[in-house]
C-alpha cells in the first residue's frame, strides 16, 4: 500500500519586516493611513497650573504696567486717569535717562568681564581629573550665582568697606579704594555672574568632541590654534548666549545695589523704587512703571538674542 505523499505548501511571499501583516513582494504598497488627530486632553490639563501660573504671575502685572504707564496718575491736577504718552517720554529724558544708561553700562561691562573670567574656569573644572572636584565647584557655582542681595552687599562691606577686615590689612583706603562707587559695585556683581558663566558654559565645553581635539593635533596644530579655529567658533553662540543671560542678571538686580551704593550710582533700579516710595516726587507710580516698561523693553531684546543663539548653539553640540 502506498501512502499518497504529503502536499508541502508554498514559501511564503519574502517579508521583510517579518511581521505578520507584511506585504508580499511585488505587490503595490497599501497608500498610508490618514493621520487621526487626538485630542490629547491630558496635556493640555497637566500644562494648566503652569498655564495659570504664567497668565497671574507674568501676565497681570505685564498689562497692569502697560496700563499704568500710557495713563496719568490718580493724583495728577488735569486729566486724571487718561490716556498719555508724558509718562513714557518722561521716562527717556534728563535723570531717568542716565540712569538707564548707567545700568546698561554696569551690565555690559560685568557681564563682559564675567564671561573672559568664567570660561576659563570653566575649562579647569571640566578637564580636570577628580570628579569631586568638579561637582564641588559646579554645586559652589550653583549657590554662589543665586548669592545676591543684602546679605552680598553685608559680606563686601565687612570685608571690602571703608572699615572692612581686607580694607584694614592692607590699607586699601590709601590707595585710593572706596568700596562705594561703580568699580566696587562691578565687583560685588561679578561674586555672582562669574559662578552664573561656569553654569552655563560648562556643557558647552562638555560638547566639544575629542576627536575634534585629536584631530587638530594630528594636522600639528597647536593648542591655541585649536582654540582659535576649532573649539571658539563652535562655543562663540553659547559664548554670546551667556554674555547676554549674564547682562539681563546684572541688569535686574536692584537689592545690593540699593545696600551698597543707594544713589552714588545711578541706576534704572533704584529711579523706580523711589518713584514708587515717593523719594523725590510725590504721585509719580505710574511713571516708575513706565520706568519698568523701559527695562521690559530691554528684556525682550536681550532675550530675543539670547534664544536664537542658544539654539544655533544646541544644534552644533548635540
Not at 514559501?11 to 507584511?22: F, K, T
Not at 540699593?258 to 504721585?283: F, H, K
Request: hydrophobic share 55%; net charge positive; glycine share 10%.
Amino acid at each position: 500500500m502506498t501512502t499518497a505523499p504529503t502536499p508541502v505548501p508554498a514559501p511564503a511571499a519574502a517579508d521583510p519586516s517579518g511581521g505578520p501583516g507584511a506585504v508580499a513582494a511585488g505587490s503595490p504598497a497599501p497608500p498610508p493611513a490618514p493621520r487621526v488627530r487626538r485630542l490629547r486632553g491630558g496635556s493640555w490639563l497637566a500644562a494648566l497650573p503652569l498655564l495659570a501660573f504664567f497668565a497671574i504671575g507674568f501676565g497681570l502685572p505685564a498689562i497692569a504696567i502697560v496700563t499704568g504707564a500710557f495713563t496719568l496718575s490718580s493724583d495728577a491736577e488735569t486729566g486724571a486717569g487718561s490716556f498719555s504718552t508724558a509718562n513714557v517720554t518722561d521716562s527717556v529724558q534728563g535723570a531717568y535717562w542716565t540712569a538707564l544708561l548707567s545700568s546698561v553700562k554696569l551690565s555690559a561691562l560685568t557681564a563682559l568681564i564675567g564671561t573672559v573670567v568664567g570660561l576659563p574656569l570653566a575649562q579647569a573644572v571640566v578637564t580636570s581629573r577628580f570628579r569631586a572636584v568638579r561637582e564641588a565647584v559646579l554645586t559652589a557655582s550653583g549657590v554662589l550665582a543665586n548669592f545676591g542681595g543684602l546679605p552680598l552687599a553685608f559680606a563686601f562691606v565687612a570685608t571690602l568697606g571703608n572699615a572692612g577686615e581686607i580694607t584694614k590689612l592692607f590699607h586699601l583706603t590709601d590707595h585710593g579704594w572706596t568700596l562705594y562707587g561703580f568699580t566696587g559695585l562691578s565687583i560685588a556683581y561679578l561674586y555672582f555672574l562669574v559662578p552664573l558663566m561656569v553654569l552655563t558654559i560648562t556643557p558647552a565645553l562638555d560638547g566639544l568632541r575629542t576627536q575634534w581635539r585629536e584631530a587638530a593635533a594630528n594636522n600639528r596644530a597647536t593648542a591655541l590654534q585649536y582654540w582659535r579655529h576649532v573649539a571658539l567658533p563652535i562655543l562663540l553662540p553659547s559664548l554670546l548666549g551667556g554674555y547676554v543671560l549674564l547682562f539681563g542678571s546684572a541688569f535686574a538686580a536692584y537689592a545690593t545695589a540699593a545696600a551698597m551704593v543707594g544713589a552714588t550710582v545711578p541706576l534704572i533700579s533704584r529711579s523706580i523704587a523711589d518713584a514708587l516710595s515717593g523719594n523725590v516726587l510725590v504721585g509719580q507710580g505710574n511713571l516708575a512703571l513706565a520706568l519698568s516698561l523701559d527695562m521690559i523693553v530691554v528684556a525682550v531684546l536681550v532675550m530675543a538674542v539670547y534664544l536664537p543663539l542658544q539654539r544655533r548653539s544646541a544644534r552644533w553640540l548635540s
